[in-house]
């Protein structure tokens, strides 16, 4: 699932507090002091909102064992596998306060049974050292962890450390996964994610990626999100699509409410590939490195009540310093949209009353005319629609007619923009130009011989007849226009007039935003 994003692939929560000036968390970013954002919001236009400030305020759990919990004693060495492997399923464990520890052994783990349960006291660590791969691994479900902090462990890339097998039913609450290589946690089915602080880990804080089927029914709930990819895997791996505050792969039915995604090297939010019915609404996303949201060759979404502010300032910058003229964007929609065929809460793609406010560019809408099923330009390898059920069958010449010709295309269709606030003031940003874009857009069709959509014909398709359109929103700042190429740039005027027709019932003020 190696993911490349750029157009040169062608060839509230619980324990939510009042938002203060301070994040609370250390940045990892590699940004200069002079272009990193600050994770103050402004107090001028910034939507009144609530954040999940759980690194700096963990819950603590109880000080003593519960009634019938099996207590783990952090001298011992192993402690914590030992008695699992020991006792039957639907035991509660209480780790007392201190550092515990698993064998030195690469290896060592902990394996629940079905229904365990860990409850961490007040200042109960799960130490890996940087000698052990995994905290929590196996298949067993309907697993607890709570108020514990996993710290520590060294799994590979593309792995995790809590819930390393996507096991289904995991609830993960008011713990602290913090400082770990690969993903801090991994996702399965059911799972519930609430009040954790996902800190500092070396490519994810959460993999959401089951690898043996659709993952179904993920909530994500009142988190702080921050600091992951100290690995920097874009960099080390360019165009491997393998970091996010969180990725998604193939998830059907996501909550994704009331959460802090702040400072993380990347994207904050990253649904890659088949994901769809999510409801992304009431969280802070801000001062990532990259996007605040991607939403990749995926279906079906509603995004809204969301403040989106200072993101993309590093990423963004980059690529318009060296002199890429591409609009990237905080919100990105690549090959995404609503289709009524897939089912889902809603048939579109609705993105409404969020608050976007200094981020580098706003929404972007773009189709890869050259990414489809048995592309060697799908970047998805050996992925196809959730249209198609078997992906060779995308071939001509069934490929140039309908249904596959359709079919066989993640499109960017039926996006629905309104009601939103985009604020821009580029004194802020520090940008005089790219840093000001709304798009959609696609590339002029060249790749492979036997593709049939070559020339304009998705360019012209995502533009004017795939049902995309922003209506009755606010902007503020000197905002331009793209649309059809990344060449066409237009005014508030061309963008509301023929043949566009977009933006209507929606305001500029040119100078209210610096």
């Known amino acids: 699932m190696r993911i490349t994003r750029r157009p040169w692939a062608l060839a509230v929560a619980p324990l939510a507090l009042a938002l203060l000036t301070a994040t609370g968390c250390d940045s990892t970013s590699s940004a200069p002091a002079t272009t ?30 519960p009634a019938g919990a099996v207590t783990v004693d952090p001298a011992v060495v192993g ?28 290896y060592a783990q902990v394996i629940p049974k079905k229904g365990d349960r860990y409850l961490g006291a007040p200042g109960a660590v799960l130490d890996g050292r940087k000698k052990n791969q995994y905290a929590f691994t196996g298949n067993a479900p309907d697993v607890t962890i709570r108020y514990l902090t ?75 999100i921050t600091g992951n990819n100290t690995g920097d895997w874009e960099r080390r791996k360019e165009g491997c699509g393998c970091t996010g505050g969180i990725k998604f792969w193939e998830v059907d039915g996501a909550e994704i409410s009331g959460n802090w995604v702040h400072d993380n090297r990347g994207a904050g939010l990253w649904a890659d590939t088949n994901n ?18 991607i939403y990749e060759t995926s279906y079906n979404a509603v995004i809204r009540d969301n403040t989106i502010r200072r993101n993309n300032w590093v990423e ?17 929609l690549s090959e995404s949209g609503g289709e009524p065929r897939v089912k889902a809460r809603t048939d579109k793609i609705e993105i409404y009353r969020n608050v976007l406010e200094d981020n580098w560019s706003g929404i972007t809408l773009w189709e890869n005319a050259d990414r489809f099923c048995n592309s060697p330009a799908n970047t998805s390898s050996g992925d196809c629609t959730l249209l198609v059920k078997k992906t060779a069958s995308c071939v001509r010449p069934a490929i140039a007619k309908a249904p596959l010709y359709s079919d066989c295309r993640w499109k960017t269709q039926r996006v629905d923009i309104h009601d939103n ?35 304009e014909q998705v360019a012209d398709a995502i533009t004017e007849k795939q049902h995309n359109r922003w209506h009755d929103n606010v902007y503020v700042g000197p905002w331009k226009f793209v649309a059809e190429d990344q060449s066409r740039v237009l005014d508030f005027g061309q963008w509301q007039a023929t043949p566009y027709l977009q933006d209507k019932g929606s305001t500029l003020d040119l100078q209210a935003g610096g």
């Open 36 to 65: 990193k954002p600050t994770a103050a919001p402004s107090t001028s236009t910034s939507a009144a909102r609530t954040v999940a400030r759980v690194c700096a305020n963990p819950a603590a759990g109880p000080a003593k064992a």
């Open 79 to 106: 402690d914590l596998a030992t008695k699992t492997k020991n006792s039957p399923p639907n035991t509660t464990f209480w780790l007392r306060p201190g550092k515990h520890r698993l064998d030195p052994d690469r």
């Open 150 to 224: 996993v710290q520590g462990f060294v799994a590979p890339q593309d792995e995790g450390v809590v819930n390393h097998d996507s096991a289904d039913g995991w609830v993960i609450e008011d713990a602290t996964i913090q400082n770990n290589s690969g993903a801090g946690l991994m996702a399965g089915a059911r799972q519930q994610v609430r009040a954790d602080c996902l800190r500092d880990n070396g490519q994810y804080g959460m993999n959401a990626y089951k690898g043996n089927g659709r993952l179904t029914g993920l909530v994500v709930e009142g988190n702080e």
């Open 276 to 293: 769809n019915d999510f409801r992304i609404e009431n969280n802070v996303i801000e001062a990532n490195d990259g996007a605040a949201l």
């Open 316 to 332: 963004g910058r980059k690529a318009a310093d060296g002199g890429d003229n591409f609009p990237y964007a905080t919100v990105y």
């Open 421 to 455: 606030r985009f604020v821009l003031d580029e004194s802020v940003v520090k940008c005089t130009e790219m840093c000001d874009r709304m798009a959609v857009l696609s590339n002029y069709g060249t790749y492979p011989d036997w593709s049939p959509y070559k020339g």
